[in-house]
């Protein structure tokens, strides 16, 4: 539960700190630019929201590892739904008002899984998990989108070290195989979830792991 905190205020923090010209410049999610993915934020806090009041008395369904649908082809952008967050995102005209918008429904997501029972049911995409597994999912969505919003803003603070960690630890049980000690937490998260390519080096350090990768979480 604290992870999932410190890693949501730090990537609200790092939006906040935006300047009104980085939210025109290119993400990491490919064909959307850095306001998209502000406005899919936006959209995830309310997911949260959501969840957590849509209890369930059922036995969980999934686990924070298992609540993922994994494929090996990377998003291009032209999913129905990733093309309606780009109409959504440009239709805040003022900057501020996405940050505003993206500060008032986030802070009140991170306040509602403060006040969240861990060991409590929720449902969320015709599944059943506890909320810390649900929240648990959200340090690994909210670290690969912190790594998207500073992919072309390099004087923006990344996302915290314990954040970075945990996810590439899921990530890696995930995959079923750990990725070299050679890679950085944030490498292993690029290269595992088809954000970048890997380098000849990375490749060949990669082995048998290479097969597997990418592991692209939707």
Known sequence: MDLFSRSWAALRAAVAGLADDDLARPSGCAGWLVRDLVCHLIIDAQDVLITLVTPAAEEPTRDALTYWEVSG?????????????????????????????LDDVGSAAGRAAELADPAARVRTREQVLTVADYLSTYVMEWTLHHLDLVAHLPSVPGPPADGLAASRAMLEKIAGAAFPASFSDADALLVGTGRRAPTEAEQAALGELAGRVPLVLG
């Open 73 to 101: 082809t990377p998003p291009t952008g032209e999913d129905p739904l990733d093309a309606l967050t780009v109409r959504l995102a440009a239709a805040y005209q003022e900057p501020w008002l996405l940050k505003f918008h």
